[in-house]
Structures are given as C-alpha cells and as structure tokens.
C-alpha cells in the first residue's frame, strides 16, 4: 500500500512538472515566437490603445513612405542572421536616424517617424528587427540580441555611407532595444538617443503582463519560459535589462512615457531616467497610453524631440 502511495505521488509531481513545461513552452512560445496568435494579448483592456487619444497616422504615413524612392539594404548580425532594412536618403541631409520599431510590428511601421525626420533633413535608416519583417531570426529578442544588431547596424552606416552624426530613436521594444545597445560600444559617430516607452527588463515586462492577462505570479512558469529563452533564443529574460544597460550609457538620451501607459507601466521610467549615466531628458505626457504620446501631443512632442538632438546634430549636410 505504501509503495503505491509513493508512486501515486511521484506521478502526480511528474503529471505537474510536465504541466509546468508545458505550460513554460506555451508562454515562450506566445511572447517570444511569431508562431502563435497575439490577439489575446493586443485584445486585453490594459493594452488597447486610449479612446481619447488621436489615432495613429501610421497608414497614411506608410503610404507616403511607399512613394519615396527608398533602398533596401542588408547587412548581417555577429551571429550570421540576414538582416533588412529600409534606406530612405535626403538630398539635404547629412546626419542620419535609425528608427526601432516595436514588438511584431516591421520597419515601414516606423512611416510617421521617418516622414517628421526627413522632413527636418535626417537621412533615415529603418531597420527590421530579427525574427520581424523581411529580417532572419526564429525568436523575438525583446531587444537584447538586438542591441548588438543596432551597433551593427551604426557600424554600417559610419563604414558604409560615411555618417558623421547618427541619433538613434525606438518605441516601445524599440526603445528598449536602443536603451540596450546604449550600454554597448557604439560607433563614436552615434550622437544622441531617444528612446519611447521602452521597458526596464523583458523580465519585468512579461511578469506585469502574465499578472494582467492570467492573473499569474512568476513562479513557476515565467522560470519556466526564461529556461526555454535560454535553450533556444540564447539569453535570459532577466540579462535583457535596459536598467543595467543605461547605466553605463554616455551617450545623451532622452526618456519618453505616457503617464496613461498600462502596456508598459509608466513606473518602469522613473527608475530607468535615475539609472542612466549620461546627459539626459524627459517628457512625460499625461493623457498618453503606451506608443500615444506623439499622438496626444504631437506639436510638443516633436518641438521636445528635435530640440534635444539639435544640442548634438546638425542634420543638415555642411
């Protein structure tokens, strides 16, 4: 009787640890992956865009973009991935501007962006994250890998078109993904950085979202799915720290957040903004949700923006 209570047990730990894995690999798979339907996630109150908030430009911004005469361009990351990215030159310009988009989204998402840019004489480089767009990559790499793709990316621009002056700009991942390469060795020829409601580690984000959409505590399945982001993507939720990395930035960036953000909870800027060690900025916009500041206040945003990396460009050719 004994001996079949003991096995009794010991399946019931095996049917909850294979659960546990299971359910470890549903997650890794749902955020890190573009393999498995996000409706859930984009669908949840908390990360739907604001009702009183304008809507995004993006389509028609998207659809001038496809009116310029652009280049595609590849270049390929330190561990031999194929990566694109969208060339769009100015007669007038001089410096250029890479532009991160978010999570699952693609470069020509980033049409707005590049249209204020080049209308004030940036040269603009709009690159595909990995495992997004037109870019080679199995997993979503939430900006860690990434970081090392944007150094690639600076590097290419300064060797291959003879940049001078380059400032970099994200959203949402995005602004993670440019946090995370600012504490790398960038290219001396990268002058500022913007970053837009990016995230202080994958950790912290995907622990706020598993407590929002499953009411969840970490333990055990985001352990479960850091263990797959190791085995299969290479690094760890937690190594993916935008906090760590602006510490040992010193390259002047600026911090932008929607105080209304319940995406990315706008907490994560305040301890972000005290981390980074380098000349910096912040424009908190009150009525702005996650990615919506541009939208809620455009004119101040804009004005805000480019007088900051005006104090380090010159976007126009000398």
């Not at 055990?220 to 930035?249: I, T």
Request: hydrophobic letters at 40%; aromatic letters at 10%; one cysteine or more.
């Amino acid at each position: 009787m004994e001996k079949k209570t003991k096995l009794a047990a010991l399946g019931g730990t095996l049917a909850v640890s294979a659960a546990v894995l299971g359910a470890g690999d549903f997650f890794y798979r749902l955020c890190l992956t573009q393999t498995v339907d996000k409706t859930k996630i984009f669908s949840a109150p908390h990360n739907r865009p604001s009702d009183d908030v304008p809507p995004s430009t993006v389509s028609r911004d998207m659809e001038w973009l496809s009116k310029q005469e652009t280049e595609e361009r590849t270049i390929y990351s330190e561990d031999g991935l194929r990566l694109r990215g969208i060339l769009l030159r100015n007669p007038a310009g001089g410096s250029w501007a890479i532009l991160c988009h978010g999570y699952t989204g693609h470069a020509e998402e980033m049409a707005d962006f590049a249209r204020e840019f080049y209308g004030r004489g940036y040269q603009v480089l709009m690159p595909d994250a990995r495992g997004h767009g037109k870019s080679e990559g199995d997993y979503i790499g939430m900006g860690w890998p990434d970081r090392r793709d944007i150094v690639c990316w600076a590097r290419h621009l300064a060797d291959g078109e003879g940049a001078k002056d380059i400032v970099l700009l994200g959203i949402s991942m995005g602004g993670a993904m440019v946090m995370m390469a600012s504490g790398e060795k960038l290219p001396p020829q990268v002058r500022a950085i913007v970053e837009d409601c990016g995230y202080t580690s994958a950790w912290d984000e995907f622990h706020y979202q598993l407590k929002m959409l499953y009411h969840l505590p970490s333990f055990p399945l985001l352990h479960m799915m850091d263990m797959f982001a190791r085995r299969r993507a290479g690094y760890g939720l937690k190594e993916a720290s935008a906090l760590k990395q602006v510490a040992k930035c010193k390259v002047p960036m600026m911090f932008i957040h929607g105080k209304k953000d319940s995406m990315v909870p706008y907490e994560m800027l305040k301890p972000l903004y005290e981390a980074a060690n380098c000349p910096k900025e912040c424009l908190v916009v009150e009525q702005a949700g996650h990615g919506e500041s541009r939208q809620a206040k455009p004119e101040e945003y804009w004005k805000r923006v480019f007088a900051f990396l005006g104090k380090y460009v010159n976007p126009i050719a000398k």
